[in-house]
Every structure is written in structure tokens, then in C-alpha cells.
């Protein structure tokens, strides 16, 4: 149980960091007016549609990494990797309720966080039922 809360605090310090990464990239890549003020709607709609789309990818490549590196540490278990992938959706839902993003980013934001989720579960081989033991014996 405590491997399994580990997994999922540390799944959330990773994803969290490469949503930094990601959204530093995707700035870098299509930088904001001198003057962009993100409270204002108008601002946000003026930003390209790439410097949007990247702020999406980062969503989804944090619940993925995140995700992914919960469900190894807690031995494949893929709960482990929803709640990070959860943990992010409701990371990108702040983001969503301080800075005045279009409609569709908000949309947007459900499936890039359970794709993630779900390729994370995916890509590691994680099981659902109980977290398995660390001195288990397997029986036949």
C-alpha cells in the first residue's frame, strides 16, 4: 500500500514536470505577445492554434509519463496510473479556471489526460485488481 501511494506521488512530480517542460516548449516554439495578458479571452484567441495545440500535447504527454512511471513502481498496477493521469486532468482543469482558454482546449483537456492514462496502462503491461505483494508467493 505504501509502494502503491509512492508510485502515485511520484507519477504526479513527473507528470507535473513535463507538463512544465512540454508547455516551456511549446512557449519557446510559438512565444506570446510582449504585451499578452492571459485573463484576457481575446489575447488567448489571438495565440497561433500550434501554441494551443501544444498546451494539449503537454497535457497528455504528462499523464503518459506520469502514468507510466506510477505503474512501474507499483508493479505494473494500473490504478496507480489512473490517478495520475486523474491528478493531471485536474491540473490542466485549474490551468483551464485561472487562464481564460477557448472551449475546446477544455474538451480537449478529458481526452488527451485518458489517452495518456490509458497508453500508459498500455505500454506497461498494468493490471487492474488488487496491487500485488511485494513477498507473495505465486501458486499454480
Known amino acids: 500500500m505504501v509502494r502503491s501511494a509512492f508510485a502515485v506521488l511520484l507519477g504526479v ?24 495578458d492571459a485573463a484576457s479571452a481575446t489575447a488567448v484567441a489571438a495565440l497561433p492554434l500550434a501554441a494551443k495545440v501544444s498546451v494539449l500535447a503537454a497535457w497528455f504527454v504528462g499523464a503518459l509519463g506520469g502514468g507510466a512511471v506510477a505503474s512501474l513502481i507499483a508493479r505494473r498496477w ?23 482558454h477557448p472551449l475546446w482546449m477544455a474538451i480537449g483537456a478529458i481526452p488527451a489526460a485518458l489517452l495518456g492514462g490509458w497508453l500508459a496502462v498500455v505500454l506497461t503491461g498494468a493490471r487492474y485488481g488488487l496491487p500485488p505483494q511485494s513477498g507473495q508467493k505465486k501458486l499454480l
Open 13 to 36: 512530480v513527473v507528470g507535473a514536470i513535463l507538463v512544465f517542460v512540454v508547455e516551456r516548449m511549446g512557449h519557446a516554439l510559438f512565444p506570446a505577445p510582449p504585451d499578452f
Open 78 to 100: 494500473a490504478p496507480a496510473a489512473w490517478v495520475v493521469a486523474m491528478t493531471i486532468l485536474l491540473l490542466a482543469g485549474t490551468s483551464l479556471a485561472a487562464i481564460a
